[in-house]
């Protein structure tokens, strides 16, 4: 049972990297930008987007995690002004 529940947030935490890597290479493209300035824009230093936009990551951080997706889904989401 416990061996199961390691695999099973191992998995987890695998599919949250991918994830967020997706989103951060989506944003460089969609604005035209460097990691350094998408990692400016988004508000995480730049070599963590570095780490996690070339795979070097093994553990996004739960927070680095939602800081991008919520800026990924500003962006993606068109402004209502």
């Not at 061996?3 to 951060?24: C, G, P, T, V, W």
């Not at 508000?43 to 939602?66: E, F, L, M, N, P």
């Amino acid at each position: 049972m416990q061996n199961s529940f390691k695999i099973d947030e191992f998995n987890a935490q695998k599919r949250k990297n991918m994830q967020a890597r997706e989103m951060l290479r989506e944003l460089q493209s969609i604005k035209g930008v460097s990691l350094t300035k998408l990692a400016k824009q988004i508000g995480i230093t730049q070599s963590t987007v570095q780490r996690i936009a070339t795979g070097k990551t093994k553990h996004c951080h739960a927070d680095t995690y939602i800081t991008i997706l919520e800026f990924y889904n500003q962006t993606k989401t068109p402004s209502d002004n």
